[in-house]
């Protein structure tokens, strides 16, 4: 039987509660979760397993997402990352600052459902 591999989503985000529920919703979709409670650990788990995907989050301890972001973009792997940033900041200037950075899409943790974040990052996913 031909089974496609199971995508992984890497979760970079210092709320740790937040982080939980995206591991359980996102595995319980089928995907392969693996956390990160600060940016430091995050590049790091980032660089050696290569997820399909990850959720940065901007605001966090020891390296924020900015900074996450900019080490990935200029790592050979990282430089093509798909990308989605995670925040809590509402600022359009943010928005713009992601997408020129690099991401592939922002969102906003209060002004989306757990399922919108799911076809969020399916679409992204898809989008290769």
């Known amino acids: 039987m031909n089974q496609e591999r199971q995508k992984t989503v890497l979760i970079i985000d210092d709320d740790s509660n937040l982080r939980k529920v995206l591991v359980d919703k996102l595995s319980l979709s089928g995907f392969k979760v693996v956390g990160a409670g600060d940016g430091e650990e995050g590049l790091n788990k980032a660089l050696e397993i290569h997820p399909d995907i990850i959720l940065l989050d901007i605001l966090m301890p020891k390296m924020d997402g900015w900074a996450v972001l900019g080490s990935l973009r200029s790592d050979e792997w990282g430089k093509n990352a798909k990308i989605i ?41 898809g989008s290769n």
Do not use: C, Q
């Open 85 to 125: 940033m995670l925040t809590a900041v509402e600022d359009a200037k943010a928005v713009a600052k992601a997408v020129e950075d690099g991401s592939f899409s922002y969102i906003i943790k209060t002004e989306n459902s757990m399922n919108e974040m799911i076809e969020k990052i399916e679409d992204v996913l």
